[in-house]
């Protein structure tokens, strides 16, 4: 085993846990998370090799990087002195001998630049390392890195002196510029319920959306899940109530264009205009992962095909318009009736246990008031595991990534299908400001 350290981003913690150990199972990577810490972005994993390193962290979104773990210190003179008694440090020193190199600056807790000056200083306390390979500052075989940390002083100042330093190898760097790659901003399809890329992105992986596999969002909206699933490699397809959401906003904004502009066609399957209570895809159809942002009722309430009063509807299935029946003209706008949040998370959960294979996830956003003291009732199925609540907190309301697997008939977990979960309406109260 060889160390590693881990080099992760300080924000969306519970995620950043659930992401790692998800991208860890996904390639079968044993991790012991015993020295994880909340409050640090520093983690020191023992991982069989290099490879496996790279695995971990070559997809994530909230680490930075991952690097074979040379020493640290709470100041230079330690940090040297651990580096030169670590374990294995007379191996590692043979290919400075002959590797390329270059060296990078980190720094943790402010924005601390480094003046060329310093940092070749820096550089040549390292002498010990021999480094006898060329400085290569493109393409260098090994680059050794310097991670600063320095301390909060107050609420706006941290301390001038690095409070600690980590030394290492890079092995990985993440895959965070994907964020910029997926920015909304760029983006030629979106609306007002599009999700943002970091996210979108976190979700595929607590899901372990993977290549040549198939991904259904059934709330697809603009298409934010597609694209990321679609990254991942997976083939995509999705659906949505409003068909306006589908057609898009002309020729050329539209889901399908996102794929064009993206470069990632093959990944698309298709999406359809489909009430997902009324879902008409086949039932042996394997989907292997399930994830989506469900309607919150924020900006409208929920419905869902069918009518408040049915007894007004009956025998009017004959109605025609010159000689075709209405309901199948393609001018026809089906009526809605309302439905409960509740039952809609009881739908897709029970989806899930039909549709998805034995260990396949499902992941779904869900909003929540945090100003009560009433207790969140998160929706459970007897055959899936609940695996993850993630939670991103808001000023006075919050949503998680709810993450499931299907563990099969045989789980028996606990269930609350039928029960009402949500004690208030989350629009009304939304619209209130909560109080
Ligand atoms: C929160 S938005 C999802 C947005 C999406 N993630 C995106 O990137 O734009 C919820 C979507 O669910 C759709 N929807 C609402 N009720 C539905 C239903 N019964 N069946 C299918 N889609 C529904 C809405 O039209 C809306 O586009």
Known sequence: MTKYLLYMVQMHLTFRRAELESLADLYNIKINLDSYDEQSPFLILDLENDKQAQNLVKRSILCKAIYEYWGEGENYDKLHENIQNGDGYEGRKLNCKSNTFKFEFESFGGNHKKTMKDKINTINQFAYLELDGEIDLKNAQDTYTLIETYDL??????????????????????????????????????????????????SCNIAQVKPGTIMYDPFAGTGSFLVAGGYYGALVMGSDIDGRMIRGKGASYDITENFKYYKMEQQFLDVMTMDFTHNSLRSNLIIDTILCDPPYGIRESIKVLGARDPTKFEGKEDIEINGEKAFLRKDYIPTKKPYSLDSLLDDILQFASERLPINGRLAFWMPTANDENVETIIPLHENLELKYDCVQEFNK????????????????????????????????RYFTNFN
């Open 397 to 428: 309301w919050s949503r998680r990534l709810l993450v499931y697997i299907n563990r099969g008939d045989e789980f028996n977990g606990p269930e609350n299908h039928g029960t009402k979960r949500s004690t208030t309406n989350f629009r009304d």
């Open 153 to 202: 002083i107050n609420s706006h100042e941290t301390s001038k002196m690095a409070s600690h330093i980590y030394f290492g190898r890079l092995i990985q760097r993440s895959d965070r510029s994907a964020m910029d790659v997926f920015d909304l901003k760029k983006r030629p399809y979106k609306g007002t319920t599009s999700f943002e890329s970091e996210l979108s992105l976190v």
